[in-house]
């Protein structure tokens, strides 16, 4: 994403937040850029159009941020666990404006595929909350998954709510992460529960809609596309990284836009699939690319 379009996103992720939706208009934005009405709708095709893209942009983010947390080199599940909250808390802090727009985003705004693009940020959060625990935790946590994942998200979006307005405060996010973990440690371990306290339409629902990780094509291609990275930052000397990481950019800026060309995105695979370590992931990354294309 070029800097013009990633800076008028994150001024009006900011006018959106503090204003609301409806409150802000183009040209508010335009003004604080510095920039004419004229030059926004050369990016965007409307208001609608760059909440859209706001939610859009840092909802990859948050899909990659989750990838590159599972797989890193941290081997003791507590651990692993404490690390995604500190990251999680400080993706919070560095963008309040968006998670101010998700979490309190005016209920009014009928745009259906912006309603939609929240709801899925929405399950990519719980999803990732869910298995962040059962990772940490294990089968013993199986039965009542759903109750500790409510309660496990609600503890950070509480903690997140309050620090949120003592904007001056530099929290210490490791510290709130190690109490949150130990919190659900005593929770798990005291805890005497034999059953869900959820209703099982309920329990269905959210298996329904919070699906398996094989079952979520945008996750798995952001997990793939981590550990692509992790190879060639690994395993790849110079020059050709640098080329490799540039291509890897051009390949993810191809794939964002409404109509991909796919005689690019061929080109950009066929010249990862040159270097015989990163063969395998790439053709999984096509593979993956052709299922999402096709829908």
């Known amino acids: 994403m070029d800097e013009k379009r990633k800076f008028i996103l994150e001024t009006a992720a900011e006018f959106f937040s503090k204003n609301g939706f409806f409150a802000t208009s183009v040209q508010d934005i335009a003004k604080e850029c510095n920039i004419s009405k004229a030059t926004i709708y050369q990016l965007f095709d409307s208001k609608e159009d760059i909440l859209y893209q706001i939610i859009q942009y840092k909802h990859d983010q948050i899909i990659q941020q989750a990838a590159l947390i599972d797989n890193s080199d941290i081997s003791s599940p507590k651990e692993q666990l404490i690390e995604k909250i500190v990251i999680e808390l400080e993706g919070f802090h560095q963008n309040t404006d968006y998670l101010s727009i998700l979490f309190h985003s005016d209920q009014s705004i009928r745009n259906n595929q912006i309603k939609n693009l929240f709801d899925e940020t929405q399950r990519v959060m719980m999803y990732w909350h869910k298995e962040s625990l059962s990772k940490a935790y294990g089968p013993k946590v199986d039965f009542h998954i759903w109750d500790l994942t409510l309660t496990f998200q609600g503890i950070i979006k509480e903690f997140f709510a309050f620090w949120e307005s003592k904007e001056q405060i530099n929290p210490d996010y490791r510290k709130i992460a190690s109490f949150i973990a130990d919190s659900m440690d005593a929770i798990i371990e005291h805890g005497n529960h034999s059953q869900s306290v959820l209703p099982e339409e309920i329990i269905l629902e959210l298996d329904n809609n919070v699906q398996l990780k094989s079952n979520q094509p945008v996750v798995e291609w952001e997990e793939t596309i981590s550990n692509l990275k992790k190879i060639i930052k690994e395993d790849i000397p ?27 995105l061929q080109a950009l695979f066929a010249y990862l699939e040159r270097h015989a370590e990163l063969k395998e992931t790439v053709i999984h990354l096509n593979q993956l690319l052709s299922k999402q294309l096709k829908k």
Do not use: M, N, Q, S
């Open 238 to 264: 110079e020059p050709a990284k640098h080329d490799l990481f540039a291509t890897v950019a051009l390949l993810e800026e191809e794939k964002r836009k409404d109509e991909p060309r796919t005689f690019l």
